[in-house]
């Protein structure tokens, strides 16, 4: 199973703007899909985005659609999400997630993926 590691949380006022990176170890990063989950306290987990192998393909939860753009850099094994007009009920800590042989980019639930980062938080002030 690969290791990620989230980067680049913190706090960001209302409008504001982050990048968060997920460097993952192993050959295999650019073979499977990747997603971005959250989670807020006392909240259930919840899909973010999801990224095709390649890079051409993506998908958004409706709640951040034309917010937040997912990509990746296969070169450099790492994953990102670059978040805009954060608002805050987008505080959460944020996950990402590589996925199995049979992940798709659409697979929005949990236990689609196989190995998890340790989390980064993210606080968006009002």
């Known amino acids: 199973q690969a290791q990620l590691i989230e980067s680049g949380g913190g706090l960001v006022q209302a409008g504001g703007s982050l990048r968060l990176s997920c460097a993952a170890s192993?050959?295999?990063?650019?073979?499977?899909?990747m997603a971005w989950f959250r989670q807020a306290p006392g909240k259930e987990r919840e899909f973010v985005a999801a990224i095709g192998s390649s890079g051409a393909t993506t998908s958004y939860a409706d709640a951040v659609k034309g917010r937040f753009s997912v990509s990746r850099n296969n070169a450099k094994n790492t994953l990102y999400l670059q978040m805009s007009s954060l608002k805050p009920e987008d505080t959460a800590v944020y996950y990402c997630?590589?996925?199995?042989?049979?992940?798709?980019?659409?697979?929005?639930?949990?236990?689609?993926?196989?190995?998890w980062g340790q989390g980064t938080q993210v606080t968006v002030s009002s």
């Open positions: 192993g050959p295999t990063f650019s073979s499977y899909v």
């Open positions: 997630a590589a996925g199995g042989r049979f992940t798709y980019v659409s697979s929005s639930w949990a236990s689609a993926y196989i190995s």
